[in-house]
Structures are given as structure tokens and as C-alpha cells.
């Protein structure tokens, strides 16, 4: 299921990055201030290579690590040593565990760049404001972002990895 919502987050922010390349203006909003205003504009060629650049940065680095994490070795694991002990005890258990860390990796990185596509469609619409500036909707998506991660986190905490006796 993660590795699914990863692959529609991606694929969703290449759509968005498709569509900016042919309706975005010639001149768009790269950089924000605190206040949600434009600091920074680019024409429409490299605000699309650059956001391209920082949406395929990110899911490369979550897929190297959920690649990584199936590597990993159980020295490197932290779990508290009672779930630690139950999981490293058996190569079945061992290999689940490894899968059930590579779930949330990529759990994390579908989240991470459902964020990023919130931000590139935010920043398409401001760049066709009369007077640019992100507005609420910035911090809608970053509360929703954060509340994601925090009950992911929190999953993980208290049953995801508990010893299945």
C-alpha cells in the first residue's frame, strides 16, 4: 500500500509538472518570504526543471532509502531491546521487519510528496494572482502534513512493531 501511495504522489507532482511546463506563465513565484509572498521569480523554463529537481530528488532519496533499510544490519535497527530481541531472533522475522521499515520509508516519502504537490499547485495559482502570496492554503497543507507524519509516528510507536506472540 505505501509503496502504491508513493508511486501515485510521484507520479501525481510529474502531472503537475507537465501541466505547469504548457499553463504557467512566463514568469513564476519560486521562493516565499514568511508572509507567504513572492521573494524570488524565475521564468517559466527553469521554475519547472527546478521544482522537478527538488520532486525527483526527494523521492530518489526515500527510495534509496527504503532500498537501504532492507540492508540494513540489526545492530543499526532501533527498537526497544524486547521488540528488538523478537524481531532479530528469527531470518523470517528479521526479513519482515527490514520489508515493514522499507512500508514506512516510502509511507513517509508518499507523504513527503503529496506535500510537494500541494506546493507546486499552490505556487501555479499564485503566479496568475494580481497580488501574488500563498495565503492559508500554505499552512493548511503543511498542518495536514505534519498530522500525517505525526499519526504515521506515532503507529509506529506503539503497535506497528510490537513482537506478534
Known amino acids: 500500500m505505501a509503496r502504491l501511495a508513493f508511486w501515485i504522489s510521484a507520479g501525481a507532482c510529474l502531472v503537475l509538472l507537465v501541466l505547469g511546463w504548457f499553463v504557467l506563465p512566463d514568469r513564476v513565484p519560486i521562493h516565499f518570504g514568511v508572509g507567504g509572498d513572492p521573494d524570488r ?98 499552512w493548511a497543507l503543511l498542518c495536514a502534513y505534519l498530522l500525517v507524519l505525526s499519526l504515521q509516528v506515532y503507529r509506529m510507536m506503539t503497535v506497528r512493531y510490537r513482537p506478534r506472540e
Open 41 to 138: 521569480w524565475v521564468d517559466r523554463t527553469r521554475a519547472v526543471l527546478e521544482m522537478g529537481a527538488v520532486v525527483g530528488g526527494v523521492a530518489l532519496v526515500f527510495l534509496l532509502l527504503a532500498a537501504g533499510v532492507r540492508r540494513v544490519s540489526p545492530a543499526l535497527i532501533n527498537l526497544p531491546p524486547r521488540q528488538k530481541e523478537w524481531w532479530t531472533a528469527e531470518p523470517a522475522r528479521l526479513e519482515r521487519l527490514r520489508g515493514m521499515l522499507a512500508e514506512d520509508v516510502l509511507a513517509m516519502g508518499a507523504a513527503t510528496l503529496a506535500l510537494l504537490g500541494g506546493t507546486l499547485l499552490l505556487t501555479g495559482l499564485t503566479a496568475y494572482q494580481e497580488e501574488p502570496g500563498l495565503g492559508w492554503g500554505v
